[in-house]
């Protein structure tokens, strides 16, 4: 093999180190036995290295290839998708890593290595996992790096250092380009997630399973208002809408399932003192989002249903970013129509007898719908029910049992309740779902929603009045709507109890609380600038930098600010100090080689002074004397140890200064040999 | 069709001809040379545009997916690009080559080309790859030394000078992504003596001299007269009692039973072709050298006292290599 085509061990090292380093990034999201190859794999190779094994043969290659397919397939269920299609990425890498003999083995392997850490951003742009991927590049650029550096044997940590200072150097010429470069709309369709779980409320509920969502500590969306941030007790963020209970869930309606001529939601009247304020939503699977009720969204991909709903038609696999105006006096649906009335009094027969009873007993006590909704309330308020995070199971009464036997119930247990009751009682109800309340983060102001915010509460029609809010939740517990649930369930010490390592839990320590907050702002600033980033925020924000956009600026600008950088960093690498400083014994020694260089004399490169004074002397020997003075003086100068000011170093200066001018050469010589 | 071929052939010499004068132009000869913007060609390798190849590859991923960190990768990579240009011209600008020098070799042989690399500025130069067309290939880097010897070693032609051609020298660091060369003509030559070839002794004799003169030689036995003191010679032949009289400095000769002297004489091959002379007249020297014989050289404009060890031989092929060139030094 050539010594191009040779892997310098030091190479070998770094290529490995960076493998492990990206595939530690997808351990969540690939099967275990992925990994295992890929251990197997350096295994294989530290042995061939070590001269214990040999490259595996053709057929063992195919084998393992046809292998991995076939464990894909089945860990999978298909091959189509991103998560298996990044798991056949990661089983190549692996596999590749066993056939790295050549060096142009090890540049696609390092190619991959990039293509790698772009996979891992289709699953998630988190702050820390990109500044983790970062340094995933380094390592494969510092392997790149260690490529080219020859004859190392031995693992040099030194390598790094020219693949950082390069990135280093990128990195503002990147900036530039990802804040110019256009964006533009996907080409084609692609692969996407269809084995990441969905997360946030889902679109069925059943008693327990707003519960099992308080479990979780992660963030699912965060809000900033443009002005005040409404009271916490009015910060109901309305997603799902549940009409039809079947089957001991509530659902949402379909689109087919409302008449075509009440699809469109009708506007709502008195329209006045809008709250604006920008929400990013954390990828959930699915295609609901958030928002106070009533709510005007500010741009086409944001759709609204008949039911007020707010919904995106494509499914967020990503950070979701959407502005929307409030108005929370808004009177939505005065007027309701025939089928709107009969689905949202609808209940399945036989399912809750004593609860419906029990309604109808009350209704008799009332003489208007309203004092009905007052008059359960008042029920959930005076009897001893209590509000908990592990209410115990029901059975195939659910409600009944709820209502007469448990009485220990959380948000999803109450409204449930409420609305069968109220629609028992003949008021059109339903059940509402999303988050209540959220934390204000002192650093920006931001509204931070954790999942453990979720809730569910009803809507109740009246006439005139259209929807309105009503929480039985506020109320058996009203800290959960002032406080939050943590200081619901306190004394119950149930908060987060899953999760004991969630820094929630302590927001008592102050500094570790300060960092997370700190944390959180920054995780909005990127996500609203960075990850954000798309082709209307790119307009505004060039038009404001730049006033006019045209193609000439955006070229003066691209170029300009390259230059800018480039021209610091060409200088640092190509204006370093020359080796040789031109020193006063230099410049004469010089004329003084160039007055024999005239003569044919030439100084040969890596000849010594008194060297070339000898061969001079060969041929001119009548200039022995001058020679071996002029040469001897040089020598003195140029490699004694003397200080740059001694008397004596002026002094030999000068004479070699002298000397070097009177020197003549003798008329006469003998033929060089 | 045949007209085809021959017309793209002559087209394609012609634009290398130009090329090599361009280059010519551009980099003269010299025996040393600091590399500078004139002298250095920079263009992505073929790794370099497979490198593309994949960026425009997570280009369009990132398009599809619309994802920023994507973007920002391959944007990353690319200004990585950018800047690696600048550090692979680096690598090379700035770098002096001698060309320290290259012993005579006979035809067929391969001839020790030395350079000398030399750095021209404070910091490493690494990976450099050198060689000519059909010579070895050495690879050197400059780290912690200012300077490294490299010899390279490529087959000669026939007697005379012989130009290796131009000395590539080339490196990809530090990413392997861009090519950075030059085409250096060091007017480095390398003397090739005449390709030693067998004949019939010459004169016909197996032992004596083609003509009459003896030479003393060195040797042991008899007192066969004076000479001019050489250096080297003992002092205890010197002869003293003539530099008392005033003589120059001689030395006594001693004469081992020889009769061993020759000439190498052009005369001695008549009708024979010039080239073919020169082999056979080569080819007797080493033999007379190889037998510690003295020998001298007649050639139509050279004359050269006989004599023997390396130094006189070198001198003798020499002479023989440079038979009606008039370059006689390079």
Known sequence: ?673 | MQTDIAGVKKIREKLRSRFRKWVGRRIPPSRTVTLDQRRIFIFPSRVGFFFGLSLLVMLVTGINYQNNMTFALTFLLATLFVVAVLHTYANLSGLKIHAVGVPPAFPGQQAEFELLLEKGRKRPYMALRTRWPDSTEVVTSLVDEDSARVKLHAPVGERGWHHPGRLLLESTYPLGLIRCWTWLDLDLYALVYPRPLASEVPGGEATDKPNGASVPVEGDDDFAGFRTYRPGDSLRQVHWKGLAKGQNLQSKQYTAYADRSAWLDWEMFPGVDTELRLSHLCYWALEFESRNEEYGLRLPGVYLEPGSGERHRDQVLKELALYGIRERVK
């Open chain 1, 1 to 673: 093999m050539k010594a191009e085509q040779q892997l310098p061990r030091n190479a070998l090292i770094w290529i490995i180190l960076a493998q492990f380093s990206l595939v530690a990034l997808h351990f969540e999201r690939i099967p275990l036995w992925i990994l295992l190859v890929h251990g197997v794999a350096a295994v294989w190779r530290f042995q061939v290295y070590a001269g214990r094994w040999s490259f595996p043969g053709r057929w063992v290659k195919a084998f393992l290839i046809i292998s991995s397919f076939f464990g894909i397939y089945f860990s999978f269920g298909s091959l189509i998708g991103l998560e298996p299609t990044v798991a056949l990425l990661l089983a190549a890498f692996a596999l590749k890593l066993i056939e790295l003999a050549k060096r142009k083995d090890a540049y696609v392997i390092l190619f991959l290595g990039y293509f790698v850490c772009v996979t891992e951003f289709l699953f998630t742009q988190d702050l820390l996992i990109v500044l983790y991927s970062l340094l995933n590049v380094v390592l494969i650029t510092t392997a790149l790096v260690a490529l080219h550096q020859p004859g190392e044997d031995r693992f040099n940590y030194r390598s790094i250092r020219p693949a950082s200072v390069m990135l280093a150097q990128s990195i503002p010429l990147m900036l530039v380009l990802f804040f110019i470069f256009p964006r533009i709309g996907p080409l084609w369709s692609v692969p996407i997630r269809s084995h990441t779980a969905k997360t946030g409320v889902s679109d069925f509920m059943r008693p327990g399973d707003i519960s099992h969502l308080s479990q979780s500590a992660e963030v699912a969306f965060r809000v900033q208002f443009d002005g005040e941030i409404p009271a916490r007790s009015d910060l109901y963020w309305r997603g799902l809408v549940f009409s039809k209970l079947e089957k001991g869930a509530w659902t949402s309606l379909d689109y087919f399932d409302v008449p075509a001529g009440q699809r469109k939601h009708s506007p709502p009247k008195n329209l006045s003192d809008p709250t604006s304020y920008t929400v990013i939503m954390e990828p959930t699977q699915q295609n609901w989002l958030y928002s106070l009720r009533y709510a005007m969204p500010a741009e086409a991909r944001v759709k609204r249903s008949s039911d007020y709903r707010l919904f995106s038609p494509a499914v967020l696999e990503d950070e979701f970013r959407y502005r929307v105006r409030s108005y929370t006096d808004a009177v939505l649906e005065p007027v309701l129509s025939d089928w709107r009335r009969r689905t949202e009094l609808a209940l399945p027969s036989g399912l809750n007898p004593q609860t419906e009873a029990l309604a109808l007993e009350l209704r008799e006590t009332v003489d208007s719908d309203r004092a009905f909704a007052n008059r359960v309330l008042r029920k959930f308020n005076q009897e001893p029910f209590v509000y908990t995070l592990r209410p115990p199971m029901l059975g195939e009464h659910p409600m009944d049992d709820f209502l007469f036997v448990t009485q220990r119930g959380f948000c999803e247990h109450y409204a449930y309740a409420f609305v069968v009751m109220m629609r028992a009682g003949g008021v059109p109800a339903r059940v509402v779902a999303g988050y209540q309340g959220g934390e204000t983060n002192p650093v920006n102001s931001t509204v931070i929603v954790h999942q453990f915010d979720a809730h569910a509460w009803a809507e109740v029609w009246f006439p005139e009045e259209g929807w309105v809010r009503v929480d039985p939740t506020a109320a058996v517990s009203p800290d959960r709507i002032e406080w939050g649930l943590e200081q619901a369930v306190s004394a119950e010490g149930t908060f987060l109890s899953g999760s004991p390592l969630s820094p929630l839990r302590y927001r008592s320590v102050l500094w570790l609380n300060a960092l997370r907050l700190r944390y959180d702002a920054l995780t909005w600033q990127w996500q609203s600038w960075i990850v954000g980033y798309d082709s209307q925020q790119q307009y505004d924000f060039l038009e404001n930098l730049l006033g006019e956009i045209n193609p000439r600026k955006f070229a003066l600008v691209l170029l300009g600010s390259w230059a800018l950088i480039l021209i610091p960093v060409g200088f640092s690498l190509l204006g370093g100090n020359r080796v040789q400083v031109r020193s006063e014994e230099d410049k004469h020694y010089r004329r003084f080689c160039a007055l024999l260089a005239k003569h044919n004399l030439q100084r040969k490169p890596g000849e010594s002074p008194g060297e070339f004074a000898a061969r001079c002397t060969d041929v001119l020997p009548a200039a022995a004397g001058d020679l071996a003075y002029i040469s001897d003086l040089y020598g003195q100068l140029a490699y004694a140890n003397e200080g740059t000011n001694s008397e004596e170093r002026l002094e030999k200066l000068r004479q070699l200064k002298r000397s070097v001018r009177r020197f003549r050469l003798p008329a006469q010589r003998k033929n060089p040999a």
